[in-house]
């Protein structure tokens, strides 16, 4: 069974402000995928305002140095499928999100996700057919002393 995720680079305001209240950007994205004609156009734009493109040439790079170790690595323009016994990974790197679909063990998850989490951005991971998001690195909450 493929697990399909999209990670967004959230801008730090709209991140600082929903800590918490993650379900809100995941209405937003399913909203996006459902919706048809002007709903969609607007809803994208939405989308664009709270995200942030992603840069394509340093995240391919981060990624393919994390997969320096995989020996069945397949890049091609702006994906790349990674196979070994049964499990593997396809990476597409969009203007603004990146697409993982994952199948076998949910090593390959964590694996990728550990890889993006060495950037010092706050990416979303949303699972729109499962319902499952989160932060791949928590948002440290600052806390003050009156």
């Known amino acids: 069974m493929v697990r ?4 967004y680079w959230i801008e730090n305001e709209f991140a600082d402000y ?4 993650e379900r809100t950007f995941y209405n937003l994205f399913s909203q996006l995928e459902s919706a048809k004609g002007s709903l969609h ?3 994208n734009t939405q989308v664009n305002y709270i995200t942030k493109p992603i840069p394509f040439l340093p995240t391919k790079r981060m990624i393919e140095q994390g997969l320096s170790k995989k020996d069945s690595i397949k890049p091609k323009d702006n994906e790349m499928i990674v196979e070994e016994s049964g499990c593997g990974a396809k990476i597409v ?11 076998g063990t949910k090593d390959w998850e964590s694996f990728f996700f550990e890889i993006l989490r060495k950037s010092d951005q706050k990416l979303l991971a949303i699972d729109l057919k499962n319902e499952r998001f989160g932060w791949l690195k928590p948002i440290k909450q600052r806390k003050y002393i009156y």
């Open 93 to 103: 790197i969009t203007e603004r999100c990146i697409k993982l679909d994952v199948w």
């Open 41 to 43: 156009t607007i809803i």
């Open 18 to 21: 929903f800590y918490g209240r």
């Open 4 to 7: 399909s995720y999209q990670v």
